[in-house]
């Protein structure tokens, strides 16, 4: 069994000092080359799917897709999470369909479009958390809007991104109201605003202070690679239509960026390092309170 939740995934990782890339997949070829790229180098992988993925694929293709990764692969702690989450019935689906862990995007209420109150926040990522909690499934929440510090306003992707203007205050996390947010919801990882944005997102000029907030960034965006390849081989045989001319560079082209990535982040040589916990022994000690946020210790520690 190599399927794994993120909250254990990042605690490994957290303990031993390496990041764990995520990977966004629409499709079959592109969870062949994230796992054989994990597989090259020893590594756990996340792999994400967003609302719009699930709408594309199908969740039983996806699900289905997802035990033949892990059957291939059983070496390979594998986190299935969901990207951006936009309210309670889309995380539980997720759940029911093998994901071992859910994003709840309450920055955004239900629409994907509307910036929500820290309240509404609050309440339905805790409303999740209990949920997903119940049978051991992880949650990430998110505080404060991504966008951009440049112009003021947000970036859509796949459906989901706010539309207007937002304050600077919405752009960026507080880290006192972090504090707050992790405490009251128990959520197992935060996404923060600072500058960032979905997909693609390019600056009008070199990132500093004012529009990133912080020192680098990588962005990552599997997509990126495949679509590169794809372009090529488009132009320079224009008359080929064999769909799997196309697929193949693009799969060794993402295959080589996941590894890069994955040896970049450290991650390359831990996956064998994990045991991984099974959902009922993780929704145990959920309950037991044995995962609960250590914010008082680390306040203290500091």
């Known amino acids: 069994m190599a399927r794994i939740t993120l909250r254990q995934l990042l605690d490994h990782a957290a303990e031993r000092g390496y990041g764990v890339p995520a990977f966004n997949i629409n499709n079959m070829e592109q969870g062949l080359a994230i796992m054989e790229a994990a597989a090259a180098c020893d590594a756990p992988v996340i792999i994400q799917a967003s609302r719009g993925a699930r709408s594309y694929a199908n969740d039983i293709m996806l699900a289905k897709m997802i035990d033949a990764l892990e059957e291939m692969h059983p070496q390979i702690p594998l986190c299935l999470h969901l990207d951006h989450g936009n309210e309670e019935a889309t995380c539980a689906t997720a759940i029911r369909y093998g994901f071992t862990s859910v994003m709840m995007d309450g920055s955004l209420k239900a629409d994907a479009k509307t910036a929500a109150d820290y ?69 197992d990882a935060l996404a923060i605003a600072m500058g960032t944005s979905h997909g693609a997102y390019k600056f009008t000029r070199r990132p500093d202070g004012e529009i990133l907030a912080m020192r680098v960034v990588e962005e990552i965006h599997s997509r990126l690679a495949m679509a590169a390849a794809f372009r090529k081989v488009a132009v320079q045989s224009k008359s080929e239509f064999d769909p799997r001319k196309f ?17 970049q982040f450290g991650t390359a040589g831990n996956a064998a390092r994990i045991k991984v916990v099974a959902l009922p022994e993780m929704a145990r000690r959920y309950r037991a309170g044995a995962l609960d946020p250590q914010i008082g210790k680390m306040t203290q520690a500091a």
Not at 158 to 184: M, W, Y
Not at 247 to 263: I, Q, S, T
């Open 119 to 187: 309240d509404y926040n609050v309440d339905i990522t805790r409303r999740v958390v209990d949920m997903a909690h119940w049978v051991g499934a992880s949650v990430e929440g998110e505080l404060g809007v991504l966008g951009s510090l440049e112009h003021g306003g947000g970036e859509q992707e796949d459906g989901h991104g706010v539309e207007g203007k937002l304050s600077h205050d919405q752009l960026l996390t507080d880290p006192d109201q972090a504090v707050d947010f992790v405490r009251a919801t128990k959520v």
């Open 247 to 263: 697929l193949k560079p693009a799969m060794d082209a993402l295959r080589e960026l996941c590894r890069d990535r994955f040896e």
